[in-house]
């Protein structure tokens, strides 16, 4: 996890050639969001591109999906099928993200972060501390199901009362609101699914879209062919094809959101995390 020492020792040889290239840095920026701020500052210095991320923001989606430029969003849910909010988080944060950073007035921050695990996790569904229905259709997309299904291939009703509880033995839930208002819950259910989905409510109508970040399997692993393109695009014409900050917010939300779970589920301020950027208007993710 030495990302921002990595940085640090180019940027130096940068400073000393008197020249810089791209860089694309995998994943978060840094487990520190001072750290990740620092390496985004150094590229806007010395004037290189810079692309940071995970590669679900731009895999194809099953169904095809994309939120409307400009729309007004009410409430988003991501789901990932595993218990590490480190590694499958920051995937299913930044997938997140890329959605509803499209929404009306751009990226604005984040204001508030709370991590919930175990019983706390089933205590907040059932006060609908997020949606219900909106993780229902996130769960809907999911096509690699757990819990009785592996045993004898029977269907389930992942949303109904009490299911996720009795197959997701170590629950985590991350909550956080967005200093324009927006709230988001990120859950991680292993023992449920095997996907990453997600759903996100339009002001419009009460429309829901939703839907599955795909990957494609190994050996080939695909999804990361479209993060390549995007990485030699960058290096041939000097542009990323979407902000670093979107990785910066996310960097610095996953690090709330551990501080939040190591001091036992604290909401936490964010007044750090007024990143606001605008987002590209053009899709960006994979299709056909």
């Not at 940085?7 to 750290?35: A, T």
């Not at 390496?39 to 989606?61: D, I, Q, Y």
Request: aromatic residues 6%; hydrophobic residues 40%.
């Amino acid at each position: 996890y030495p990302r921002a020492e990595f940085f640090s020792q180019i940027v130096n040889v940068f400073r000393n050639d008197g020249r810089s290239v791209p860089i694309f840095n995998d994943k978060h920026l840094s487990y520190s969001f001072e750290q990740a701020s620092g390496m985004v500052a150094a590229s806007r210095e010395l004037n290189f591109p810079m692309l940071a991320g995970s590669s679900l923001p731009v895999t194809w989606r099953m169904p095809e999906m994309e939120i409307p430029y400009g729309a007004e969003i009410e409430e988003a849910v991501v789901i990932c099928g595993s218990s590490s909010l480190d590694s499958s988080g920051f995937h299913a944060l930044e997938a997140l993200q890329c959605l509803v950073e499209r929404r009306k007035g751009g990226e604005t921050g984040i204001r508030r972060v709370q991590t919930l695990s175990g019983d706390a996790v089933w205590n907040a569904l059932k006060h609908k501390k997020w949606s219900p229905d909106l993780m229902a259709r996130a769960l809907s997309r999911a096509d690699v199901i757990k819990g009785i299904t592996l045993v004898d291939a029977r269907t389930q009703d992942l949303a109904a009362p009490g299911v996720l509880k009795s197959i997701v033995p170590k629950p985590q839930a991350v909550l956080f609101e967005y200093r324009d208002g927006l709230e988001a819950t990120l859950l991680l259910l292993d023992g449920a699914v095997g996907n990453f989905t997600a759903a996100v409510r339009l002001d419009r109508r009460d429309q829901v879209l939703s839907t599955k970040f795909l990957l494609p399997p190994e050996p080939n692993v695909a999804y990361s062919a479209c993060l390549a393109h995007h990485i030699e695009d960058m290096i041939v014409t000097g542009r990323p094809g979407y902000p670093v900050e979107r990785t910066l917010l996310v960097s610095g939300l996953l690090e709330a959101a551990h501080d939040s779970r190591a001091d036992g589920g604290r909401r936490l301020r964010t007044p750090q995390l007024d990143v606001a950027y605008t987002a590209p208007r053009a899709s960006q993710h994979c299709r056909n």
